[in-house]
């Protein structure tokens, strides 16, 4: 099986050295770009798998290269590397096509399992591709305790429509079964982003932000 290729782009060399670390010890091939314009003249010459995208590049930036691959190259699956406070950033970047955003700093392991993940997806069958179906799928999953499928479900939601808030909410509640109230925040924040009155996600984050018990709200059911 040929390696998996990876395309990071990013003008920051500690950025540069720890996704080089992390990945290529796992098979997978590396190519690195610091600005925009080498970025798409990579992206003219060789054929990618994955384009890890920081926003703030010099020359052409992350927003105008991420329009023009969606535009160009529609099969490269394209993930947001994010400085922490640039959440609404990434959410904007996702409506114009980017299937998920890394906050800035991440760790090795962090980086991976999001690699995985998405290039995991390759792999799987075709379901429901409209927004109301994914994340009826993904509710479904969650009463089942089947928690990698909702998942899988609430991010194919995000593909389908990354300008509703309900699915960002869920990856929201997701984080927080796993343990990662962080990235539980991370979430809760873009859904409001995309709409501040979205009443779960409000209700969540004060929650979790002020250590309240409560239950977790995933929306309507």
């Given at each position: 099986m040929p390696e998996l290729k990876i395309l990071i782009v990013d003008d920051e060399k500690n950025i540069l050295m720890t996704v080089r670390h992390a990945l290529e010890p796992k098979g997978y091939e590396v190519v690195a770009a610091t600005t925009g314009e080498e970025a798409l003249r990579q992206l003219e010459q060789q054929s990618f798998d994955l384009l890890l995208l920081d926003l703030r590049l010099p020359?052409?930036?992350?927003?105008s290269v991420l329009q023009t691959v969606s535009e160009q190259h529609p099969?490269?699956?394209?993930?947001?590397?994010?400085?922490?406070?640039?959440?609404?950033n990434a959410v904007e970047a996702m409506k114009l096509g980017a299937i998920d955003f890394l906050e800035k700093p991440f760790s090795p392991e962090e980086l991976r399992e999001t690699v995985r993940r998405i290039l995991a997806r390759r792999e799987l069958p075709e379901a429901a591709a409209d927004y109301d179906s994914c994340i009826a799928l993904a509710?479904?999953?969650?009463?089942?305790?089947?928690?990698?499928?909702?998942?899988?479900?609430?991010?194919r939601a995000i593909g389908a429509d990354p300008s509703r808030p309900e699915a960002f909410n869920l990856l929201g509640a997701f984080s927080e079964v796993q343990r990662v109230p962080l990235e539980a925040q991370k979430y809760y924040r873009a859904a409001l982003e995309l709409d501040p009155a979205f009443a779960?996600?409000?209700?969540n984050l004060t929650?979790?932000?002020?250590?309240?018990?409560?239950?977790?709200?995933?929306g309507q059911e």
């Amino acid at each position: 099986m040929p390696e998996l290729k990876i395309l990071i782009v990013d003008d920051e060399k500690n950025i540069l050295m720890t996704v080089r670390h992390a990945l290529e010890p796992k098979g997978y091939e590396v190519v690195a770009a610091t600005t925009g314009e080498e970025a798409l003249r990579q992206l003219e010459q060789q054929s990618f798998d994955l384009l890890l995208l920081d926003l703030r590049l010099p020359g052409i930036g992350g927003m105008s290269v991420l329009q023009t691959v969606s535009e160009q190259h529609p099969q490269v699956p394209v993930v947001i590397v994010s400085a922490y406070g640039t959440v609404g950033n990434a959410v904007e970047a996702m409506k114009l096509g980017a299937i998920d955003f890394l906050e800035k700093p991440f760790s090795p392991e962090e980086l991976r399992e999001t690699v995985r993940r998405i290039l995991a997806r390759r792999e799987l069958p075709e379901a429901a591709a409209d927004y109301d179906s994914c994340i009826a799928l993904a509710k479904k999953c969650v009463s089942e305790r089947r928690f990698d499928a909702a998942i899988e479900h609430a991010r194919r939601a995000i593909g389908a429509d990354p300008s509703r808030p309900e699915a960002f909410n869920l990856l929201g509640a997701f984080s927080e079964v796993q343990r990662v109230p962080l990235e539980a925040q991370k979430y809760y924040r873009a859904a409001l982003e995309l709409d501040p009155a979205f009443a779960p996600a409000r209700h969540n984050l004060t929650r979790l932000v002020e250590g309240k018990p409560g239950r977790v709200e995933l929306g309507q059911e």
